[in-house]
């Protein structure tokens, strides 16, 4: 089940979905007379990558998502009992420093935990995140790096046997019942995050990092609005939330 979503999920995305329409396209150019369904199917096709790999476009898919929780800020918080940080990806290549093992918003998570860690002495440090297509586990690598920025062992505890973000909210909030708990994922990831949490009864304080919809303080260069692939892995990250709290929802796992 958990791989069958998974494959529906990534079909759905922007790329997959465009390519997909491209090669119906071509099929029916190359091997059938239906000529003008296949030129609509691959015009279709330029226009769904296209678009989605405009900046706007992906600000714009982004952005409810981020402006949902501000940042955490250390000063309105006096007591933090833990600190949960969800995984994300890594690749640990033995033929390239720890540093570069883990992918960018596995990255920014750990950063932001490191920094919270550092801010509460006495609070555990929680990753968690399996080992997918890797010796290693997520929890693991980002722990490795909380390590070699100064964070001990000892205060950390990983939960490496989650899937997917409702797995890792019944068995934390279950470990972590009565405690104050500040909880870091991804901007755009938070608000499905916390409504997972507190089905579960839990009230963590979010955390939120990895932020995509940045607005620039000064104009941007006409060349900017041009289709990126860094856009279009925004947006995909955008529409994979809002796909996601609808499922939660039809699974009943969150009423939010």
Known sequence: MFVIK??????????????????LALLLLWFTRFQKSGKLLATLSLVVIATFGLRPVSVEL??????????FAVAEHPRIDAIVVLGNGH?????????SWQNNIALARTLEGVRLAKAYPEATLI????????????AEVNARMAESLGIPRT???????????HDEAVSIARALTGQQVALVTSATHMPRALALYRAEGMTPIPAPTDF????SQVPLPLYSYLPKGRYLMYSEAALHEWIGQLWSRLRGQSNE
Request: overall charge negative.
């Open 6 to 23: 998974k494959w529906i999920g990534h079909l759905l995305m922007p790329l997959p979905f465009g390519l997909s329409l491209l090669l």
């Open 62 to 71: 982004a952005r409810p998502l981020e402006q949902a929780n501000p940042p």
């Open 91 to 99: 690749v640990s290549d033995p033929a390239i420093p720890l540093t």
């Open 155 to 165: 205060r950390m505890q990983l939960f490496e046997n989650n899937k997917d973000t």
């Open 127 to 138: 990753f968690s995140g399996y080992a997918a297509g890797d010796p290693l586990s997520n």
């Open 212 to 215: 995509t919809a940045k607005e």
